[in-house]
């Protein structure tokens, strides 16, 4: 262990991250061509 500990100051953040309205291209949560396994059938 080191003898002197580094002190980081405390973190802060005004809103939380990812605005999905504001991205560019818009992602997508579902692919259109997606087909599932049935697997669960």
């Known amino acids: ?3 002197a500990e ?3 100051p405390p ?3 005004e ?8 991205m560019d291209p818009i992602p997508q ?3 259109p061509d997606y087909r599932q396994a049935n697997k669960l059938r």
């Open 15 to 22: 809103e939380q991250p990812g605005k999905q309205h504001l």
């Open 29 to 31: 949560a579902l692919h």
């Open 1 to 3: 262990m080191a003898a």
């Open 11 to 13: 973190q802060k953040q």
């Open 6 to 8: 580094q002190q980081f």
